[in-house]
Nanobody, 111 residues
Framework: QVQLVESGGGLVQAGGSLRLSCAASGTFFSLVPMSWYRQPPGTQRERVATITSGGATNYTDSVKGRFTISRDNAGNTVYLQMNSLKPEDTAVYYC?????WGQGTQVTVSS
């Protein structure tokens, strides 16, 4: 059983930044890709960014150039640095290893 715990969400003004963290339990963290998803109010969950075990990254088009995903394998943690935030980034953000999901952290961007 893997547990994923997100933190770092909050309320920020448009143009601001937040850094989300996802702490993972388990001994195989470094071997699997990790992703961040988000679910805006009233819409489906969407993938935001993925980082492979080797550190390769990819992003959904709407966050390219603003968000950066990274991982600390020694610390079993994956991060999402979010800059130049927009109101449309408002959502609950989740991390996942493809099988297990965290409980989510709320990000609210005010205009």
């Amino acid at each position: 059983q893997v547990q994923l715990v997100e933190s770092g969400g909050g309320l920020v003004q448009a143009g601001g930044s937040l850094r989300l963290s996802c702490a993972a339990s388990g001994t195989f963290f470094s071997l699997v890709p990790m992703s961040w998803y988000r679910q805006p109010p009233g819409t489906q969950r969407e993938r935001v960014a993925t980082i492979t075990s080797g550190g390769a990254t990819n992003y959904t088009d709407s966050v390219k150039g603003r968000f950066t995903i990274s991982r600390d394998n020694a610390g079993n943690t994956v991060y999402l640095q979010m800059n130049s935030l927009k109101p449309e980034d408002t959502a609950v953000y989740y991390c996942t290893n493809g099988k297990f999901w965290g409980q989510g952290t709320q990000v609210t961007v005010s205009s």
